[in-house]
C-alpha cells in the first residue's frame, strides 16, 4: 500500500486549520498543519464565540482548556448616536447544550488549539512554512512550502505528500487561488481601526454596537479584563493616521475619560469584506474559513463559520479516510457549507449597512426600531437572535422524511443524493397519516439536534454529546432502537460504528435498561431527566432520528421506518455498505 506522509495537510494555523487538524486527530488520523509565520497570530481579532462551535470544541476534547478565555452570555445591543438601545440580543436557548453566545480572545483560544494538536502522534504544526506549491496527483495531493534554511539567508523547499489538502489560510489564500475558484462578492471601502486595552476601564461585561452618525464605533467587554473598541474610519481619514497616538486618543476619548492613560494591548486596521468561493473544492483540495468566504464582523460569525466548516469537512475526510465512504461524500462539503456561509454573508452586510446610516437614514431606522419594539414578537426576532441564519442543509447528507415511505417518493430527490427547496412540514410522514399539528413548521433534517443534559447507567446529569460520542447514532425515543433492524441492518450499523440510542423518560430508564439487555445489538438507554427530548419528538412527526458525527439530522422517520431511513443516508452519503473493512468496539451480538 502507498504511504503518504500525512493523511491531510492543513495549510495555515488560524482557528479553522488548527480545529479541523484536532477533529481529524481526534478520530484517529493524521493531520499536518503548515503555517507561514513563525508564531501564531497574536493581533486583536474574533470576539464572539457560538454554542454550535463550542459544541465543536467539546468534540474536539477543547472546551475546557478554551473555556477560562471565554465569557457567557454576550448580549449584544446596537444603540444610535444618543445611546437609546435599538434592538438587543440576548438570546435565552441553550439548545446545543450552552448558552448561544460568549465573549471570547482570539489569540489566547487559538494557542489552546495549537497545544491540542500535541494529543496526537503523527499530528503536528510547523511554523515558518509558507507554501508555494500544490499538486493534485490523483490519488493523493503533494504541497510544497518555502520554509528558512539552516541559516537565515537561505530558504528551503519541503514537499509533503497527503491524501487531501485544505486551505484554511485565510482571505488571500494560496489555494483557493491555485483552485481558480472565483471569489465575488462586496468589499465596502470603509475602514475601521480596532483597539484592544487592558484594565477595562468602562467595566460593563457586553458588547455595544455604536450606530453613531458622527463616528460608528464598536464597544465590547472581553474576559481578562480587556476591552475593544472599533472605530470607523472617514475616507478623509488616512489609515496612518491611526499611528498617531493624538488621533487615537481623540477617537477613545468621546468613550473614556483620558484615553492617555489607557494600556493599549494592540491595534490595527482593517476592511469589512463579504464574500464567497463559488466552490469550496477541487479534486484533493479544499478551501475552508475565510478562505472560503468572508463577512464583516456584526453578528461575530467570522470565526464561528469558519469553525462550522472544520465541523462538517473534519468528519467528511475522516470517513473517507477510514474507508467507511466514497469519496463523493466530500463533494457534499460545499453542498451544504456554500449556501449557509452566502446567508451568513447577506445578514453581516444588511447589519452593517443599519451601523453606518447617516443622520437622515439614521432617524428613519431609530424610529422604525422603536416601532418594532413595541411589537413583543418583532422585539423577540431580534433579543433571540432569530435573524441569524441556522445552519440547515437542505441538500447533501440529509434524506427527507417524506421519501422513506416505499412508493411515494417526491420529484426532487434524486438517486438518494437529497432534496431541493425542502419544505417538509413537520407533520408530514410520506402520505401516512398525519399526526402533529403543525402547519408550518419544518422538518428537523438537515438542522443540529439538540443536546440536552441527560443521565444513563454510567453517568448522571451529563451532556448528551458526551453519551452519543462524535460518531453516527441512531436514536429512538421509548423504544429499542433495534427492533425494526434486520441482521443485514444490524450489519450495516456495525460497519458504520452507529450508536444505538433509545432515549427515555428518566422514570423509564431502568426499566429500558433490563428490556433492552438482550436486544441483538447494544442500545444505550438515555434517561431524558429535563424532558427536552420529550419535547423535541412531541411535536415532530417522527420517533427515531439518525444522527450525523456533526451532530445534525440526518434522517427523521417514524421507528418503523429505521431501515429506510439508514438505507437512505448510506446512499445520500456515500457511505460504504460492503462488511469488509468493519471495525467496532462494541460488536453486535449474535
Ligand atoms: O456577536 C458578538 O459577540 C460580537 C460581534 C462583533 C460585533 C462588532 C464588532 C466585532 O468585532 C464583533
Given at each position: 500500500?502507498?504511504?503518504?506522509?500525512?493523511d491531510?495537510?492543513?495549510?495555515?494555523a488560524?482557528?479553522v486549520g488548527l480545529?479541523?487538524?484536532?477533529?481529524?486527530?481526534?478520530?484517529?488520523?493524521?493531520a499536518?498543519?503548515?503555517?507561514?509565520r513563525?508564531?501564531?497570530i497574536?493581533?486583536?481579532r474574533g470576539v464572539?464565540l457560538?454554542d454550535?462551535?463550542?459544541?465543536t470544541?467539546?468534540?474536539?476534547?477543547?472546551?475546557?482548556r478554551?473555556?477560562?478565555?471565554?465569557?457567557?452570555?454576550?448580549?449584544?445591543r446596537?444603540v444610535?448616536?444618543?445611546?437609546?438601545?435599538?434592538?438587543?440580543n440576548?438570546?435565552?436557548?441553550?439548545?446545543?447544550?450552552?448558552?448561544?453566545?460568549?465573549?471570547?480572545?482570539?489569540p489566547?483560544?487559538d494557542?489552546?488549539?495549537?497545544?491540542?494538536?500535541?494529543?496526537?502522534?503523527g499530528t503536528?504544526l510547523?511554523?515558518?512554512?509558507r507554501?508555494?506549491?500544490?499538486e493534485?496527483?490523483?490519488?493523493?495531493?503533494?504541497?510544497?512550502?518555502?520554509?528558512?534554511?539552516?541559516?537565515?539567508?537561505t530558504?528551503?523547499t519541503v514537499?509533503?505528500t497527503a491524501?487531501?489538502?485544505v486551505?484554511?489560510?485565510?482571505?488571500?489564500?494560496?489555494?483557493?487561488?491555485?483552485m481558480?475558484v472565483s471569489?465575488?462578492?462586496?468589499?465596502p471601502?470603509t475602514?475601521?481601526?480596532?483597539?484592544?486595552?487592558?484594565?477595562d476601564p468602562?467595566?460593563?461585561?457586553?458588547?455595544?454596537?455604536g450606530?453613531?452618525?458622527?463616528?460608528?464605533y464598536?464597544?465590547?467587554?472581553?474576559p481578562q479584563?480587556?476591552?475593544?473598541?472599533?472605530?470607523m474610519l472617514?475616507?478623509d481619514?488616512?489609515?496612518?493616521?491611526?499611528?498617531?497616538r493624538a488621533?487615537?486618543?481623540s477617537l477613545?476619548?468621546?468613550?473614556?475619560?483620558?484615553p492617555?492613560?489607557l494600556?493599549i494591548?494592540?491595534?490595527?486596521?482593517f476592511?469589512?469584506?463579504?464574500r464567497?468561493?463559488?466552490?469550496?473544492?477541487?479534486?484533493?483540495?479544499?478551501i475552508?474559513?475565510?478562505?472560503?468566504?468572508?463577512?464583516?464582523?456584526?453578528?461575530?460569525?467570522g470565526?464561528?463559520?469558519?469553525?462550522?466548516?472544520?465541523?462538517?469537512l473534519?468528519w467528511k475526510l475522516?470517513?473517507?479516510?477510514a474507508?467507511?465512504?466514497?469519496?463523493a461524500?466530500?463533494?457534499t462539503?460545499?453542498?451544504?457549507?456554500?449556501?449557509?456561509?452566502?446567508d451568513m454573508?447577506d445578514v453581516?452586510?444588511?447589519a452593517?449597512t443599519?451601523?453606518?446610516?447617516?443622520?437622515?437614514?439614521?432617524?428613519?431606522?431609530d424610529?422604525?426600531?422603536?416601532?418594532?419594539?413595541?411589537v413583543?414578537k418583532?422585539?423577540?426576532?431580534?433579543?433571540?437572535?432569530?435573524f441569524?441564519?441556522?445552519p440547515?442543509?437542505?441538500a447533501?447528507?440529509?434524506?427527507d422524511?417524506a421519501?422513506?415511505?416505499?412508493?411515494?417518493a417526491?420529484?426532487?430527490?434524486?438517486?438518494?443524493?437529497g432534496?431541493k427547496?425542502?419544505?417538509?412540514?413537520?407533520?408530514?410522514t410520506?402520505g401516512?397519516?398525519?399526526?402533529?399539528?403543525?402547519?408550518?413548521?419544518l422538518?428537523?433534517?438537515?438542522?443540529?439536534?439538540?443536546?440536552p443534559r441527560?443521565?444513563?447507567?454510567?453517568a448522571?446529569?451529563?451532556?448528551?454529546?458526551?453519551?452519543?460520542g462524535?460518531?453516527?447514532t441512531?436514536?429512538?425515543?421509548?423504544?429499542?432502537?433495534?427492533?425494526?433492524?434486520?441482521?443485514?441492518?444490524?450489519?450495516l450499523?456495525?460497519?458504520?460504528?452507529v450508536?444505538l440510542?433509545?432515549?427515555v423518560p428518566e422514570?423509564?430508564?431502568?426499566w429500558a435498561?433490563?428490556?433492552?439487555?438482550?436486544?441483538?445489538a447494544p442500545?444505550t438507554?438515555?434517561?431524558d431527566t429535563?424532558?427536552?427530548?420529550?419535547?423535541?419528538f412531541?411535536?415532530?412527526?417522527?420517533?427515531?432520528?439518525?444522527?450525523r458525527?456533526?451532530?445534525?439530522?440526518?434522517?427523521?422517520?417514524?421507528?418503523?421506518?429505521?431501515?429506510?431511513a439508514?438505507?437512505?443516508?448510506?446512499?445520500?452519503?456515500?457511505?460504504?455498505?460492503?462488511?469488509?473493512?468493519?471495525?467496532?468496539?462494541?460488536?453486535?451480538?449474535?
Amino acid at each position: 500500500m502507498t504511504t503518504y506522509d500525512t493523511d491531510v495537510v492543513v495549510i495555515g494555523a488560524g482557528p479553522v486549520g488548527l480545529t479541523l487538524a484536532n477533529l481529524i486527530g481526534v478520530r484517529g488520523h493524521r493531520a499536518t498543519v503548515l503555517e507561514a509565520r513563525h508564531e501564531l497570530i497574536d493581533y486583536p481579532r474574533g470576539v464572539g464565540l457560538d454554542d454550535e462551535s463550542i459544541r465543536t470544541l467539546h468534540t474536539a476534547g477543547l472546551w475546557e482548556r478554551v473555556q477560562p478565555f471565554t465569557v457567557p452570555h454576550h448580549v449584544v445591543r446596537l444603540v444610535n448616536g444618543t445611546g437609546q438601545v435599538l434592538a438587543t440580543n440576548n438570546p435565552g436557548t441553550q439548545e446545543f447544550g450552552y448558552p448561544r453566545k460568549h465573549g471570547f480572545i482570539q489569540p489566547l483560544v487559538d494557542r489552546e488549539l495549537a497545544a491540542g494538536l500535541d494529543r496526537f502522534d503523527g499530528t503536528g504544526l510547523r511554523f515558518g512554512h509558507r507554501v508555494v506549491g500544490i499538486e493534485d496527483r490523483g490519488d493523493h495531493v503533494a504541497v510544497t512550502a518555502e520554509r528558512p534554511g539552516a541559516d537565515d539567508d537561505t530558504v528551503e523547499t519541503v514537499t509533503l505528500t497527503a491524501r487531501y489538502a485544505v486551505g484554511c489560510e485565510g482571505g488571500s489564500s494560496f489555494t483557493r487561488k491555485w483552485m481558480g475558484v472565483s471569489f465575488e462578492g462586496k468589499s465596502p471601502s470603509t475602514r475601521w481601526v480596532v483597539v484592544d486595552v487592558e484594565n477595562d476601564p468602562i467595566g460593563t461585561p457586553s458588547v455595544y454596537l455604536g450606530a453613531d452618525p458622527r463616528r460608528p464605533y464598536v464597544s465590547i467587554g472581553l474576559p481578562q479584563g480587556v476591552r475593544r473598541w472599533e472605530f470607523m474610519l472617514h475616507d478623509d481619514e488616512p489609515t496612518d493616521l491611526c499611528d498617531d497616538r493624538a488621533f487615537m486618543h481623540s477617537l477613545l476619548a468621546r468613550h473614556v475619560p483620558d484615553p492617555s492613560a489607557l494600556k493599549i494591548i494592540n491595534q490595527r486596521t482593517f476592511t469589512h469584506h463579504g464574500r464567497v468561493a463559488s466552490d469550496f473544492r477541487k479534486g484533493r483540495v479544499f478551501i475552508a474559513g475565510d478562505a472560503a468566504h468572508l463577512m464583516p464582523v456584526w453578528l461575530g460569525q467570522g470565526w464561528n463559520s469558519g469553525i462550522r466548516d472544520a465541523t462538517n469537512l473534519a468528519w467528511k475526510l475522516t470517513a473517507v479516510l477510514a474507508g467507511d465512504a466514497d469519496d463523493a461524500l466530500l463533494d457534499t462539503y460545499t453542498v451544504e457549507r456554500r449556501k449557509h456561509a452566502a446567508d451568513m454573508i447577506d445578514v453581516n452586510m444588511a447589519a452593517g449597512t443599519v451601523m453606518k446610516m447617516g443622520r437622515l437614514g439614521g432617524k428613519v431606522r431609530d424610529v422604525a426600531a422603536t416601532a418594532l419594539n413595541a411589537v413583543p414578537k418583532w422585539k423577540s426576532y431580534f433579543t433571540e437572535l432569530r435573524f441569524k441564519p441556522m445552519p440547515r442543509y437542505a441538500a447533501g447528507v440529509v434524506v427527507d422524511q417524506a421519501d422513506l415511505t416505499p412508493g411515494r417518493a417526491r420529484a426532487g430527490f434524486k438517486n438518494g443524493t437529497g432534496f431541493k427547496n425542502r419544505t417538509g412540514f413537520k407533520g408530514r410522514t410520506g402520505g401516512l397519516a398525519p399526526f402533529v399539528d403543525s402547519a408550518g413548521e419544518l422538518s428537523p433534517v438537515g438542522l443540529q439536534f439538540i443536546q440536552p443534559r441527560v443521565s444513563t447507567a454510567d453517568a448522571t446529569d451529563v451532556l448528551l454529546d458526551d453519551v452519543t460520542g462524535d460518531w453516527w447514532t441512531l436514536a429512538t425515543w421509548g423504544t429499542d432502537p433495534t427492533a425494526f433492524l434486520s441482521a443485514d441492518d444490524l450489519d450495516l450499523v456495525r460497519r458504520h460504528r452507529v450508536k444505538l440510542v433509545s432515549f427515555v423518560p428518566e422514570t423509564q430508564r431502568a426499566w429500558a435498561e433490563k428490556r433492552y439487555a438482550d436486544s441483538p445489538a447494544p442500545v444505550t438507554v438515555v434517561g431524558d431527566t429535563s424532558g427536552a427530548l420529550k419535547d423535541w419528538f412531541d411535536v415532530r412527526a417522527c420517533g427515531l432520528v439518525l444522527l450525523r458525527p456533526d451532530r445534525f439530522v440526518a434522517a427523521a422517520s417514524l421507528t418503523r421506518q429505521a431501515p429506510q431511513a439508514l438505507a437512505a443516508v448510506c446512499r445520500a452519503g456515500s457511505l460504504l455498505t460492503d462488511r469488509t473493512t468493519a471495525v467496532h468496539e462494541e460488536g453486535v451480538r449474535a
